[in-house]
């Protein structure tokens, strides 16, 4: 029971602390420590596991969409217009 319920604290210590660890947010960082007993609990914690793996694929979903940006459609027709002149030339 006690083994359950720290296992319990861990995982929610863990938690808490995965979204910064994934971020490696430079104004938030983990200590070394943090790091090493977050690596080693999700290593031996399935639930856990399956949380990072699901923080990771979010993670990499936000990134992408940050790095990218909309999509302007005009640009879209601009660029489609100039295509049309380069492959079918002058009328
Ligand atoms: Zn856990």
Do not use: F, N
Not at 15 to 38: C, F, K, M, S, W
Not at 76 to 86: G, N, S, W, Y
Request: negative net charge; proline residues 7%; charged residues 25%.
């Amino acid at each position: 029971m006690t083994t359950a319920i720290r296992q319990m604290l861990t995982c929610h210590w863990t938690a808490r602390r995965i979204q910064r660890y994934l971020d490696a947010d430079p104004a938030a960082p983990l200590t070394p420590g943090e790091v090493t007993r977050l690596e080693q609990h999700v290593a031996t914690c399935e639930r856990c596991t399956e949380v990072m793996r699901e923080h990771r694929v979010l993670h990499r979903a936000l990134s992408l969409w940050s790095g990218q940006r909309p999509v302007d459609p005009d640009q879209v027709d601009r660029m489609r217009a100039v295509l049309d002149d380069l492959t079918e030339g002058p009328q």
